[in-house]
């Protein structure tokens, strides 16, 4: 079992964009894993404003 409560995922990322962020992460006092997941909410939140939700159903459907 996971001894984190949330999921881990390798994530390749250009320098250029991992020293950026690690700017604005402290700008924001968070740590540059924590900008990057509030940059991925962000992103979503705007995808469903445009598209609509995506539900429960629709992710486990994906899945099968």
Known sequence: MNKYKNSTYPLR?????????????????????????????SYVINY???QGEITQEEIDSFYK
């Open 13 to 41: 990322i250009r320098q250029d964009i991992i020293d950026k962020m690690k700017i604005i992460a402290f700008e924001n006092s968070r740590s540059l894993n924590k900008e990057i997941e509030q940059a991925c909410i």
């Open 48 to 50: 469903e404003t445009k």
